[in-house]
T-cell receptor, first 107, second 111 residues
Framework: AQRVTQPEKLLSVFKGAPVELKCNYSYSGSPELFWYVQYSRQRLQLLLRHISRESIKGFTADLNKGETSFHLKKPFAQEEDSAMYYCALRGDDKIIFGKGTRLHILP | EPEVTQTPSHQVTQMGQEVILRCVPISNHLYFYWYRQILGQKVEFLVSFYNNEISEKSEIFDDQFSVERPDGSNFTLKIRSTKLEDSAMYFC?????????FGAGTRLSVL
């Protein structure tokens, strides 16, 4: 079964502290993993994808096939990082989303 | 930067009525999608569309739903006879090179 699990519904982190948003997936085959972000009153937008191996807004995510994980990390949280974050898996011709984690950066 | 455009931003309808949600994908994109998000739940795939036909659909996308690309720019989702449980945010997306770009969504409220 194709599934994306984000175990945390809400994550509160102090400004300047490290952030890690967890994501695990289930997929038979070679997955393509993404992180999407939705800032308040804005549309869903792609944050990063595992195949490009880049850092966007200080965020990185490494695909760990052994642990079937794609956790999102940032060493120092900023207040503008507060948003909903969705881990997603591209399966065939559709995106399968996790339930999302609301990241709340405390001042 | 080009964007996927959805109209209306909010649609209120009576149960049993037909609704059409409209989307204008990004102009050079060839793949189009509809997703929905019921309040408090995750974003769910409904249907993908390529080359003027449905390429994949979920079990949610039953006979009450249909999609159409009536001209070169619009991509519509029709719900024939709305139910209370159809109340949700509906997102259109279009893609190129496997990256999907999302519209801002239409909030459908079925009364």
């Amino acid at each position: 079964a194709q599934r994306v699990t984000q175990p945390e519904k809400l994550l509160s982190v102090f400004k300047g502290a490290p952030v890690e948003l967890k994501c695990n997936y289930s997929y038979s085959g070679s997955p393509e993993l993404f992180w999407y972000v939705q800032y308040s009153r804005q549309r869903l937008q792609l944050l990063l994808r595992h195949i490009s191996r880049e850092s966007i807004k200080g965020f990185t995510a490494d695909l760990n096939k052994g642990e079937t994980s794609f956790h999102l990390k940032k060493p120092f949280a900023q207040e503008e990082d507060s948003a909903m974050y969705y881990c997603a898996l591209r399966g065939d011709d559709k995106i399968i989303f996790g339930k999302g984690t609301r990241l709340h950066i405390l001042p | 930067e080009p964007e996927v455009t959805q109209t209306p931003s909010h649609q209120v309808t009576q149960m049993g009525q037909e609704v059409i949600l409209r989307c204008v994908p990004i102009s050079n994109h060839l793949y189009f999608y509809w997703y929905r998000q019921i309040l408090g739940q995750k974003v769910e795939f409904l249907v993908s569309f390529y080359n003027n036909e449905i390429s994949e659909k979920s079990e949610i996308f039953d006979d009450q739903f249909s999609v159409e690309r009536p001209d070169g720019s619009n991509f519509t989702l029709k719900i024939r006879s709305t139910k209370l449980e159809d109340s949700a945010m509906y997102f259109c997306a279009s893609s190129v090179k496997n990256i999907q770009y999302f519209g801002a969504g239409t909030r459908l409220s079925v009364l």
